[in-house]
């Protein structure tokens, strides 16, 4: 396993598995450590944790399907893709949600996806 991370997020998540796969596949992590309480997703500098909320917390969040979105929060992940059509399939199939109002930054095109718990998380798709 590799050292330490300089950088990188917690996520916590009613269904670690879930969570872990939807992930996983959308950001191509590699998983460096993964048990019944955490796993660890290496995503190039970055390592991405995703950490099983405790029993008695879990208790009292509903998830459902469609996930509500989770938008009243200080802080909004993003992440770089290939493209926002493959990264559609990928959200929708995983039980996530895929927005498709588009902002062009310098150099990128960004949306906004909430993953299948309703976390909202930007996607990035760099230009040529």
């Known amino acids: ?3 330490p991370a ?3 997020a917690v996520i916590y ?3 670690l598995r879930a969570m872990t796969d ?3 596949e959308l950001l ?3 998983v460096i450590h993964e048990s019944n309480e955490f796993t660890v997703l290496q995503l190039g500098d970055f390592q991405l944790v995703i950490h099983a909320m405790p029993p008695h917390i879990a208790s009292m969040v509903e998830i ?3 996930p509500e979105l989770r938008e009243d929060t200080a802080i909004k992940l993003f992440f770089t893709v290939s493209s926002f059509e493959w990264a559609t399939e990928v959200v929708n199939r995983l039980g996530g949600i895929m927005q498709s109002q588009r902002w062009h930054g310098t150099g990128f095109t ?3 996806a909430a ?3 309703g976390n909202v998380l930007q996607l990035r798709v760099f230009k040529d």
């Open 1 to 3: 396993m590799p050292g």
């Open 6 to 8: 300089q950088t990188g």
């Open 13 to 15: 998540a009613k269904n």
């Open 22 to 24: 939807f992930y996983g």
């Open 28 to 30: 191509s992590g590699s």
């Open 64 to 66: 459902s399907t469609p």
């Open 110 to 112: 960004a949306g906004n």
């Open 115 to 117: 993953d299948c718990e």
